[in-house]
């Protein structure tokens, strides 16, 4: 069996390989549609207004501009989601193309992660203006630590999507479980509550504490912490209140924060890669 760096070599020779599969799944996706890539940003934009009107004015999270908190972290957690959602059907979708020529298999889920990343980053440079208008230039000074968590963020994205559409192959029935496991996942993320509500309480009641050790495990908790202190700031509970919170000023990520990450990101490309690989031997056959 070939070693990883081999795997990536050969994958760097498929580089235009990639490339076309990428803008395929841009192409297909807008086809015939008047919007184009506009409506990449209604999504988050839709979201925004439900979110803000649940947590801002129904159940309120009191956070200084909750829209600007949300899409802080909302739109990497979208670039996240539909990166799997797309990229967990990608080996059976294309299973006539897979029996019949020979390629490097793992371009097919990796350009939906591609092809996710140019949506994330049009999100990007509509919603950093407006929050330049309502947090502060201190967004624009650390755009090199968002630029940053984008890196480790797709390296994590794409180990996440090799796995998904690796094991769809063997296990048809995970595509149907995704979206359960991904809605989990979205409210076991500090997306739209802050991180804060729940660290303040974990000494007081047993079942937040348990939730605290899950959100310390969750790989998604710590891309949230480091693009929300760079994007929008730091938000820490106000003393001696129940749920009220200040939001500081934008912050370069701690160390710790850019560790972690960093390990979660190698370690799950790592994995991915090599159970990819390891279950490719036989895509052939099962598709």
């Not at 939906?112 to 509509?126: D, E, P, R």
Request: charge should be positive.
């Amino acid at each position: 069996m070939r070693s990883l760096r081999e795997r990536l070599a050969e994958l760097w020779r498929a580089r235009e390989l990639l490339a076309q599969f990428t803008r395929k799944e841009l192409k297909v996706r807008y086809k015939n549609s008047t919007l184009g890539f506009l409506w990449s940003l209604l999504s988050p934009a839709l979201m925004t207004v439900v979110f803000t009107v649940i947590f801002g004015f129904v159940l309120p999270i009191d956070v200084v501009d909750y829209a600007a908190f949300f899409l802080s972290a909302y739109l990497m957690w979208q670039f996240f989601q539909n990166s799997i959602f797309g990229s967990i059907n990608s080996i059976v979708g294309n299973g006539d193309l897979i029996r019949k020529v020979w390629f490097p298999r793992e371009v097919l889920p990796l350009s939906h992660v591609l092809a996710q990343l140019v949506h994330f980053l049009l999100g990007l440079l509509v919603i950093v203006p407006y929050l330049v208008v309502t947090r502060g230039t201190g967004v624009l000074v650390h755009l090199p630590a968002v630029a940053l968590g984008i890196a480790l963020l797709t390296v994590f994205t794409a180990g996440v999507a090799m796995i998904f559409a690796s094991a769809n192959v063997p296990f048809r029935d995970l595509q149907e479980l995704v979206n359960v496991i991904f809605l989990v996942w979205f409210y076991a993320t500090p997306v739209v509550y802050p991180l804060a509500l729940v660290t303040s309480k974990r000494e007081d009641i047993a079942a937040v504490a348990t939730f605290g050790w899950l959100l310390d495990v969750n790989p998604m908790t710590w891309f949230v912490r480091l693009f929300r202190d760079a994007l929008y700031g730091t938000v820490t509970m106000v003393p001696d209140t129940a749920a009220q919170f200040e939001s500081g000023a934008q912050a370069w990520p701690e160390p710790a924060v850019l560790a972690v990450c960093a390990l979660f990101a190698a370690g799950t490309f790592i994995v991915g890669y090599r159970l990819f690989n390891r279950l490719a031997l036989t895509f052939a056959k099962e598709v």
